[in-house]
């Protein structure tokens, strides 16, 4: 994996303090057009270099939680071209969280599943509580 360029790499930090900043002023188009400034940052192949799977995964993170969770489909589908561990339950959360505010609950119950799974329940944690809740009432009914 190569790493980003010190330069390059202080130029993506400054846009994703500006992209929060964007969230938490209510502007989520404002802040995925911040993330794509930022990702147009990473070089081709974006897949070998080191910081492409952080980034996409953080927009993927502050997009399902903006308000506009559609935003965050986008981030979903980088995230699929990129190396991804396969033992990290992070992106399958994120990805039920998306489809959850999106209404998806068959495709949400599905990466909850395996986040819960992977993570044995800790990725749950230091979330927002309906998540889980809907994970367990999903299971209990076996689906």
């Known amino acids: ?3 980003l360029a010190t330069e390059k790499m202080s130029k993506m930090q400054e846009i994703g303090r500006q992209a929060r900043a964007e969230i938490a002023a209510g502007n989520p188009d404002a802040a995925q057009a911040l993330l794509e400034k930022a990702w147009q940052l990473i070089p ?3 897949a070998q270099c080191h910081d492409s799977v952080s ?3 953080g927009a993927l993170r502050l997009m399902a939680f903006s308000g506009k969770p559609s935003l965050a489909l986008r981030w979903i589908s980088e995230l699929e071209n990129l190396p ?3 033992l990290d339950p992070g992106p399958d959360f994120l990805q ?12 949400a119950y599905e990466h909850f599943q395996r986040s819960f799974t992977m993570s044995k329940g800790r990725c749950f944690v230091d979330e927002d509580p309906k998540y889980l809740a809907f994970y367990r009432e999903h299971a209990a009914k076996g689906k």
């Open 1 to 3: 994996m190569i790493p």
């Open 44 to 46: 081709l192949p974006r």
């Open 96 to 107: 039920g969280v998306t489809y959850y505010e999106l209404c998806d609950l068959r495709r």
């Open 55 to 57: 980034l996409a995964r």
């Open 84 to 86: 991804v561990s396969d």
